[in-house]
């Protein structure tokens, strides 16, 4: 090692990177509310790590070394700018601040809190939010998320732009939310990682990692917000919902590629030390003594694994916590997850009836409702209806797995 | 927002055969226009024959050059093409990806002039 400074000095700024760009983002953009300029001091700072550490040795606190460099790259960009405002003044103090205090050196502060509440202010596009959360967090680029997230690559970079502008000029404080906006705001927060997680959730053609999207990155947001709030309780129901889900994950294709329904999955293909980590952080989140929808939504696949796994669920019971969590957030997903349930319950007549009440324009182009009426016709002994509604289905569908295993489905009747 | 989604498929999937795999691929295509059409956003779209019954158009100076085939000769041809009205970019890559050539060509997502309303 000692013979290749060049490798080492390599491996100390990576791991710098991996460990703490979102939190040195966040200390630099906490004064500045300036998360562009931010980014690009760091990225300089990482370049100038890159040309000194191999001859001068990696430093004893990495980040504290580069939290110095981009410091000062910010300081001089302001000054070069000649905008000599109070913000500038005011950074120029906290220069002052962090020279004189020896103990700055060896903590670097975690400030991401308010950096998860600055990328899910309100004030933000709601479609910004959970990208930015990955890049100022994770430092994830646009170019990487846009498959993930179905958007052109120039489209989300301008989408990140926009709202670094807006966190800038609207002046979105990087302060923690009062007490009575905490739960909404903490909502956003989730919404945004949980969409995140989403994208990797509908993209389970690409098997490898590198292809399916950003479950990981979505989970490791969780569990640093966990760390970050450990007397909230939903973030602990977000985290456990997700890891639910991922313990499944690599069970929904056969060997051969197939999609395999949840009924149907091979139950030793899933991630049992996942599903204890989801069960744990249920038990932590329903300690803390408040309900809320993640935890409702985390509950209901604790429901299922355990069904598949010989226990008795009472099938009335999951018609009883898609009711509390519509009656917290009411939303298609939802409906027609509870539709299905009833169904279980109550017989597929009674499941559909349930459907048939939703808004046509809500379900014209929502996949799961069609594959669910489908399902439930079927049952129902609706033949000619049914394979109608797997058609609409599969055109619907934009994974060939599923396309496949809708059409086999109809074929079946 | 009008978007036109040119479906581009490669050349095996022009070509006539009745294996199991093929059928399948025409039953998607069916699936995938009658779920686009009942959802509502389709303005206008065609699907065309193969890139073989093409005739290229070239005036170069005073000369007319026509050829047999389509203009680029490259792996994957245009198969057919919508009109979509939706409210932005990212609806019209939605709709894009659930095309069955999708994950076998591609799909090019372009905005569509518009005429303004008089």
Known sequence: MTDDPLHAAHAAAEGAARRSYGRLVAILSARTRDIAASEDALADAFARALERWPVDGVPAQPEAWLLQVARHRTLDAWRHSRVQDEAAQTLLLLADEVGDDPAFSETVPDERLRLFFVCAHPAIDAAARAPLMLQTVLGLDAARMAGAFLSAPATLGQRLVRAKARVRAAGIPFEFPRAPDLPQRLQDVLDGIYAAYGTGWDDVDGADASQRGLTAEAIELGRILCGLMPAEAEPLGLLALMLFCESRAAARRSADGVYVPLDAQDIARWNRPLRDQAEQALRQAAALGAFGPYQIEAAIQSAHCARRLGAQVPPDALVALYDGLLALRPNTGARVSRACAVAEARGPAAGLRELDAMPAAEIASYQPFWAARAHLLGRDGQAAEARLAYARAAGLSASPAVRAWLAAASERL | ?118
């Not at chain 2, 995938?32 to 005036?59: D, F, K, S």
């Not at chain 2, 170069?60 to 057919?80: H, I, N, T």
Request: proline letters at 7%.
């Open chain 2, 1 to 118: 927002m009008q978007y036109m989604l040119m479906f581009y498929q490669p050349q095996s999937e022009f070509d006539q055969r009745d294996e199991a795999a093929a059928q399948a691929y025409r039953a998607g295509w069916m699936d995938y226009v009658g779920a686009i059409r009942q959802a509502g956003v389709v303005q206008n779209g065609h699907g065309l024959h193969p890139p073989l019954t093409g005739t290229t158009l070239r005036v170069r100076g005073d000369k007319r050059q026509v050829q047999d085939g389509p203009f680029a000769d490259s792996k994957e041809q245009l198969g057919g093409y919508f009109v979509i009205d939706v409210p932005d970019l990212d609806a019209a890559l939605e709709w894009a990806a659930r095309a069955p050539c999708a994950s076998t060509g591609g799909v090019e997502v372009r905005p569509v002039f518009t005429a303004p309303t008089m």
